[in-house]
């Protein structure tokens, strides 16, 4: 940086009359009528001499067209580019302050007698040695802020984001140089594949705001309308929350991280490795490869240290927030892992994620060690879309469904043994608490205390099949099938426990069998004490459709059973 003493004093004063103030002289030698100049000049290291002209009755004077009597002050640099101007005309050049700026500050060049001086007592020059332009100065023979002229090369120029990429409220302007008497009027927003409706500007000098709703998520383009500013239209993306696709993240192993999982609200397209950062915290991991599709991602990662990192993803149309991940290192993990012990929500998650993006043809068992609630899953796989599996969710606790949806839902291909286990539902829930498109084996346990719209406890369809060795099914209601209901050539053997106390609020209390679907049971006594509230064909225990099939032991009921009350067919 260099500097600049300014207590030089006055190194040279000469008034020159006419044609020698920037080409504004009319040639009269009149000292009234035609502008005058006197020079002062300072100097800094290199010897480039700043000069500060001071004109009278600057009736011509193309750079501050005022009329009367007065002083104009100006400072140029050797060029004559204008550097700084005072703020239209004073009446004594005693005791006047000019203000400039550089990017070290702000300024004040005073004129007392003869002699410049400055508060403070030394400037700092910038790396070039020059003043940058204080607000609102203009090139040479231009008036400030009055640009007129289709030559933006001295314009203020401007950028124009918005406030938020997740949920924009404004769009915000920073100015290369300081701005005054900037309105709302004077931005023009216009619609795009987004699209805003305007509200109030704030701001000052360079900073300004325009409040803005966004009623569609993306790209507006602005521009303003302001002499002395750029003219040029920018485009902002702005977003909506409504619209923004939200999503959540989870290592796929409690013990061993291979994988970060994303999970998406809405189906993604186009996402790359790329779009994702990982920043080490108290763990570190370096990035693989990106694979999956619609809702459903995983990133492959190699980590180094176990702990937090941090994970977010810079894509348009995605949330913007960064997000925490812990990370494991250590033995297990990946396709080899068989056994999880699961006594938290986060931990279900993990063992859930790490049997879903491993091989096929595996048996893995979950350990439930403690009580813990789960969002729960309206129709996605809880182990996703792998094929050949074998789950055993063991231990003597209870899961329970915290919001709306099924805590396990299987995929043709798919086994699942319970055993012992718990799984609570709620009055508010509509779906049932176990969806069967593989096969699921109920050895004990329970499944109770759910509401849903067909199978209150359990639904078994598209030629699934339920085997129901133990265990009870109880408390739980539907329109169709208060305790079970079977469809779509579906099969349920029931050689053990016990389904009771449930509630159709239509037909089948304990049972529907649906079309094409099929239900042996060993005794008729396994199914007891339900309730169907449809009278004319309530079926208080069991009820079969017309191409259903009901057996016992093996061998189909005989139309005598179907009294109506408590067992009935329709024909």
């Given at each position: 940086?260099k500097?600049?003493n300014?207590w030089?004093g006055?190194l040279?004063?000469?008034?020159?009359?006419?044609?020698?103030?920037?080409?504004?002289g009319?040639?009269?030698?009149?000292?009234?009528?035609?502008p005058?100049?006197a020079t002062?000049?300072s100097y800094?290291?290199s010897g480039?001499?700043y000069?500060l002209l001071?004109?009278?009755?600057?009736?011509?004077?193309a750079y501050n067209p005022?009329?009367?009597?007065?002083?104009v002050?100006t400072i140029?640099?050797?060029?004559?580019?204008i550097?700084g101007?005072?703020t239209g005309?004073v009446k004594?050049?005693?005791?006047?302050?000019?203000t400039?700026?550089?990017?070290?500050?702000?300024?004040?060049?005073?004129?007392t007698g003869n002699?410049?001086t400055?508060v403070p007592e030394?400037i700092?020059?910038d790396?070039?040695?020059?003043?940058?332009?204080?607000p609102?100065?203009?090139?040479p023979?231009?008036?400030a802020g009055n640009d007129?002229?289709d030559?933006?090369?001295d314009?203020?120029?401007?950028?124009?984001k918005?406030n938020?990429?997740?949920?924009?409220?404004?769009?915000n302007?920073?100015?290369s140089e300081?701005?005054?008497g900037?309105?709302?009027s004077n931005?023009?927003?216009?619609n795009g594949?987004?699209?805003v409706t305007?509200?109030?500007?704030t701001?000052?000098?360079?900073?300004?705001?325009?409040?803005?709703?966004?009623?569609?998520?993306g790209n507006?383009?602005?521009?303003?309308?302001k002499?002395?500013i750029e003219?040029?239209?920018?485009?902002v993306?702005?977003?909506?929350?409504?619209?923004?696709?939200?999503?959540a993240?989870e290592?796929?192993?409690g013990t061993n991280?291979t994988?970060?999982?994303f999970?998406?609200?809405?189906?993604?397209s186009?996402?790359?490795?790329?779009?994702i950062?990982i920043?080490?915290g108290?763990?570190?991991?370096?990035?693989?490869t990106?694979?999956?599709s619609?809702?459903l991602?995983q990133l492959?990662?190699?980590?180094?240290t176990?702990?937090?990192i941090?994970v977010?993803?810079a894509?348009?149309g995605?949330?913007s927030?960064?997000?925490?991940l812990?990370?494991?290192t250590?033995?297990?993990?990946?396709s080899?892992d068989?056994s999880?012990?699961?006594?938290?929500?986060?931990e279900?998650?993990?063992?859930?994620s790490t049997?879903a993006y491993?091989?096929s043809n595996?048996?893995?068992t979950i350990?439930?060690?403690?009580d813990?609630?789960?969002?729960?899953?309206?129709y996605?796989?809880?182990?996703?879309?792998?094929t050949?599996?074998?789950?055993t969710i063991?231990?003597?606790?209870?899961i329970?469904?915290?919001?709306?949806?099924?805590?396990?839902v299987?995929n043709?291909?798919?086994?699942?043994?319970l055993k012992?286990v718990?799984?609570?539902?709620?009055?508010a829930?509509?779906?049932?608490l176990?969806?069967?498109?593989g096969?699921?084996?109920?050895?004990?346990?329970?499944?109770s205390n759910?509401?849903?719209?067909?199978?209150g406890a359990?639904?078994?369809?598209n030629?699934?099949t339920?085997?129901?060795?133990?265990?009870?099914i109880?408390?739980?209601?539907?329109?169709y099938?208060?305790g079970?209901?079977?469809?779509n050539?579906?099969?349920f053997?029931?050689?053990g426990?016990?389904?009771?106390?449930n509630?159709?609020?239509k037909v089948?209390g304990?049972?529907?069998v649906?079309?094409s679907?099929?239900?042996?049971l060993?005794?008729?006594n396994?199914v007891?004490?339900?309730?169907?509230?449809e009278?004319?064909?309530?079926?208080?225990?069991?009820?079969?459709?017309?191409t259903?099939t009901?057996k016992i032991?093996g061998?189909?009921a005989?139309?005598?059973?179907?009294d109506?009350t408590?067992?009935?067919?329709y024909?």
């Open positions: 940086m500097k600049v300014l030089l006055i040279v004063m000469t008034l020159i009359f006419g044609m020698m103030v920037v080409g504004c009319d040639g009269s030698t009149d000292d009234n009528s035609g005058k100049s002062y000049s800094d290291k480039n001499g000069k001071v004109t009278k009755n600057p009736k011509k004077a005022q009329s009367g009597d007065g002083y002050l140029t640099d050797p060029s004559g580019k550097l101007t005072s005309t004594d050049i005693n005791g006047v302050t000019l400039l700026k550089n990017e070290n500050g702000e300024f004040k060049i005073t004129i002699t410049i400055s030394t700092t020059m790396g070039g040695g020059m003043f940058r332009p204080s609102g100065a203009l090139s023979n231009k008036p007129t002229d030559d933006d090369d314009d203020i120029t401007y950028t124009a918005a938020d990429n997740t949920d924009t409220t404004a769009i302007f920073v100015f300081a701005v005054s900037l309105t709302a931005i023009a927003v216009a594949t987004g699209s305007k509200g109030t500007l701001g000052s000098g360079k900073n300004w705001s325009l409040g803005i709703t966004v009623t569609a998520a507006v383009s602005v521009k303003i309308t002499n002395g003219s040029g239209t920018k485009t993306a702005v977003a909506k929350m409504d619209d923004i696709i939200t999503y993240i290592s796929n192993s991280t994988g970060i999982n999970m998406f609200n809405a189906a993604v186009g996402l790359t490795a790329n779009d950062t920043t080490n108290t763990g570190s991991a370096t990035k693989g990106l694979t999956g619609g809702k991602w492959k990662v190699t980590v180094t176990a702990g937090n941090s977010k993803i894509k348009s995605i949330e927030g960064t997000k925490t812990k990370v494991f250590g033995l297990g993990g990946g080899g068989s999880f012990n699961v006594g938290s929500y986060n279900w998650k993990a063992a859930c049997i491993a091989d595996q048996s893995y350990n439930v060690t403690g813990f609630d789960v969002p729960g899953s309206p996605t796989s809880t182990f996703g879309k792998v050949g599996i074998t789950v063991t231990g003597n606790h209870t329970t469904v915290s919001d709306i949806g099924s805590l396990i299987t043709s291909g798919q086994t699942v043994n012992d718990r799984l609570e539902g709620h009055s829930n509509k779906h049932c176990v969806r069967v498109g096969t699921f084996n109920m050895e004990s346990g329970s499944i759910n509401t849903s719209i067909q199978g359990v639904i078994v369809a030629s699934a339920f085997n129901m060795k133990g265990g009870s109880t408390g739980n209601t539907a329109e099938g208060g079970v209901d079977l469809f050539s579906a099969t053997t029931m050689t426990g016990t389904i009771s106390g509630t159709a609020t089948g304990g049972v529907y649906g079309s679907a099929t239900f042996d060993k005794d008729l396994m007891k004490s339900n309730t169907a509230q009278k004319s064909s309530q079926a208080n225990e069991i009820c079969v459709a017309e259903g009901l032991n061998s189909v005989p139309n005598s059973l179907y109506g408590n067992y009935h067919k024909k």
